[in-house]
T-cell receptor, first 116, second 112 residues
């Protein structure tokens, strides 16, 4: 049972470089999410996809783009990385259909990104 | 806008002690509340989920309560063990939305 798989686990970028973080889930979940975690600030939602074919902004979307490639995969792209984007990035998924209040979030193990 | 606060930010207790972690939220129109555990360098693992219609949930030595009217939840850990050392995060999902808002977490250290 792989669950939610994120790649890469670690990445170092120079300011201005671009990269894509990959996320895949094998639980047939409808909803997928990208969060960033910074010290003392908890997790903040960057973008989410309520279902295949839809994406929406979260709390901190500036500087990021996302693609819901299919039901399994949800990628996060940094077009021109900045030092302020140094963070740990987590992908999550949920069976959330909007109709049941007992749907949990399942997380990947994270990507530690440093932008120099 | 929903805001989630966890106090204290860090807590150190001797092994065997019972303890309570606190979570407060500003908008009582929640769909559910989840408590997560995060070990250093790892992802988050869901511990308990309380639906808006429920008052508490229990799993082993863990008990989570929810008081929507006061905007509070507590996570009670009985007979703490060194293996319980981790960061515990509270997260709230609002009615009608897909977003889950997290608190900054409480870092727990249980001394042997």
């Amino acid at each position: 049972n792989a669950g939610v798989t994120q790649t890469p686990k670690f990445q170092v970028l120079k300011t201005g470089q671009s990269m894509t973080l990959q996320c895949a889930q094998d639980m047939n979940h409808n909803s997928m999410y990208w969060y960033r975690q910074d010290p003392g600030m908890g997790l903040r939602l960057i973008y989410y996809s309520a279902s295949e074919g839809t994406t929406d902004k979260g709390e901190v979307p500036n500087g990021y783009n996302v693609s819901r490639l299919n039901k399994r995969e949800f990628s996060l792209r940094l077009e021109s990385a900045a030092p302020s984007q140094t963070s740990v990035y987590f992908c999550a998924s949920s069976p959330i259909t909007g109709s049941l209040p007992n749907e949990k979030l399942f997380f990947g193990s994270g990507t530690q990104l440093s932008v120099l | 806008k929903q805001e989630v606060t966890q106090i204290p930010a860090a807590l150190s207790v001797p092994e065997g002690e019972n303890l309570v972690l606190n979570c407060s939220f500003t908008d009582s129109a929640i769909y559910n509340l989840q408590w997560f555990r995060q070990d250093p360098g790892k992802g988050l693992t869901s511990l308990l989920l309380i639906q808006s219609s429920q008052r508490e949930q229990t799993s082993g030595r863990l008990n989570a309560s929810l008081d929507k009217s006061s905007g509070r939840s507590t996570l009670y850990i009985a007979a703490s063990q060194p293996g319980d050392s981790a960061t515990y995060l509270c997260a709230v999902r609002n009615d009608g939305g897909f977003k889950t808002i997290f608190g900054a977490g409480t870092r727990l250290f249980v001394k042997a």
